[in-house]
C-alpha cells in the first residue's frame, strides 16, 4: 500500500469536491441555463420592465397634464387681474379728466374727455363742447381733480361699471378764493380697439 494521499477519483468524497476540481481546473459549473430556463429568469424581468416603463409614462402624462392645467389657470388669473387693473386706469383717468379743466387751454382739455370717450356720451359731451367752453371763458373756471378711490361694480369680457370718488378745488368769478367739492361718478365701459372707453358718467352723489 502506498503511502501517499488517495487519489479523488471516486466515492463520497469525489462527489463531493466535484464542484471545486473543476473550479481548480476552470470547469467550473457554469453550465449556461437551457433556453427554457432563461426564457422563465427572464419572462418575469420584462414584465417588469414593460410595466416600469408603462408606470412612468402614465405618471410623465399626469405630471404634463397637471403642469399644463396650472399653467392655464396662472395664465387665466393673470389676464383677469390685468383686464380688472387696465379698466380700473381707464376709469381713473376718465374721471381725472372729467374733473379737471382750466378756461385757458379748455380745448385742450375737452379734447381730453373726447379720447377717452365713446357712444352716445360721446356725441353729446362732443355737441356741448363749445357751449361749455364759453361759459368755462365767462367764468374763468379752473378744477383741478384727483382721484381718491375707484372700485369694480361689474364687469365682462367687453363692459364694465365703475365707481369713483374724485376730489377738486374749484375757482371760479365766484368763488375766487377756491372751493373744495366731492364727486362720486359712476362710469360705464366698453372695450373697443384693445382700450377701455367711458360710454356713460353719471354722478351719484
Not at 379720447?115 to 356725441?123: E, L, N, V
Request: overall charge positive; proline content about 3%; aromatic content about 4%.
Amino acid at each position: 500500500m502506498s503511502g501517499g494521499p488517495r487519489p479523488l477519483t471516486g466515492g463520497p468524497l469525489t462527489r463531493a469536491v466535484r464542484p471545486l476540481r473543476r473550479l481548480i481546473a476552470g470547469r467550473a459549473d457554469t453550465r449556461r441555463p437551457t433556453a427554457g430556463q432563461a426564457g422563465d429568469r427572464a419572462a418575469p424581468a420584462a414584465g417588469r420592465r414593460r410595466a416600469l416603463s408603462a408606470g412612468l409614462a402614465a405618471a410623465t402624462v399626469v405630471t404634463t397634464a397637471s403642469a399644463l392645467w396650472l399653467g392655464f389657470q396662472v395664465h387665466e388669473q393673470r389676464a383677469a387681474e390685468q383686464r380688472r387693473q387696465d379698466i380700473l386706469a381707464a376709469a381713473r383717468q376718465s374721471a381725472l379728466n372729467f374733473t379737471s379743466l382750466d378756461y385757458r387751454h379748455y380745448d385742450r382739455d375737452s379734447g381730453n374727455v373726447l379720447r377717452g370717450a365713446t357712444g352716445d356720451f360721446r356725441k353729446q359731451f362732443a355737441a356741448q363742447t363749445r357751449e361749455l367752453t364759453e361759459l368755462v371763458a365767462q367764468n374763468r373756471s379752473v378744477s383741478e381733480g384727483q382721484v381718491l378711490e375707484a372700485g369694480l361694480v361689474r364687469s365682462d369680457a367687453r363692459t364694465a361699471r365703475i365707481l369713483v370718488v374724485a376730489d377738486s378745488k374749484v375757482t371760479n368769478t365766484a368763488v375766487p378764493k377756491g372751493e373744495a367739492r366731492t364727486y362720486r361718478l359712476q362710469l360705464d365701459l366698453v372695450l373697443e380697439g384693445g382700450r377701455w372707453l367711458t360710454s356713460d358718467v353719471e354722478f351719484v352723489g
